[in-house]
């Protein structure tokens, strides 16, 4: 999904929402919930606890759907999910103090996070192992986001605070690391 192109729909729904449209909610988690829920992940890196703060995102959303101003709706609810995801570590003692308001400290933060803990597939060719060992952290993180969670380049590009062409590039290149070192090892096992 394109959020640029959605934007003006989010916003609706937001303020449809602000009136007192319960629908608008249902609507509004139909289009968004799925790159919330991987910043949830991200912060958590386990299925109980990114859900439920992704339920208490909404909930946020919804309760300060007042003070939306009526535009990048994509952009806001995003801060609140991350900053509900923040304030929820921060109450479990999970994590140090964060200033909310500075992006730059969160943004530095979230690339230190490991997004995936264990991507939730079966690994029976060992690939994925394969590219936990060749691949950075961050190379890693990009492949299963995409490859096994099937989550949009856009998407990523916005969990990770790089251009879409950027982590397509490294995108290919995790790729290419990979499949050069599995036909390597491939090699030596004939």
């Not at 990523?156 to 050069?180: D, F």
Request: glycine share 4%.
């Amino acid at each position: 999904m394109l959020y640029e192109k959605n934007n003006t729909q989010i916003d609706k729904y937001i303020m449809a929402l602000s009136r007192g449209d319960d629908q608008a909610l249902s609507k509004l988690y139909d289009c968004t919930y799925k790159p919330l829920y991987s910043l949830c992940y991200a912060f958590f890196a386990n299925k109980e606890d990114s859900e439920e703060a992704l339920h208490n995102s909404y909930l946020m959303i919804k309760r300060k759907s007042a003070y939306f101003k009526g535009s990048k709706g994509f952009n806001w609810v995003y801060t609140i999910t991350k900053n509900v995801c923040l304030n929820t570590l921060k109450q479990s003692k999970r994590y140090l103090s964060v200033d909310f308001q500075d992006e730059k400290e969160v943004n530095k933060m979230l690339g230190n996070l490991s997004l995936i803990a264990q991507p939730s597939c079966v690994d029976e060719s060992g690939i994925i192992q394969l590219a936990k060992t060749v691949l950075s952290e961050y190379e890693y993180k990009i492949l299963i986001l995409h490859a096994v969670n099937d989550m949009k380049f856009k998407e990523i590009s916005m969990l990770v605070g790089k251009g879409e062409a950027t982590v397509r590039w490294q995108y290919n290149n995790a790729l290419k690391k990979v499949r050069i070192e599995y036909q390597r090892r491939d090699s030596y096992e004939e």
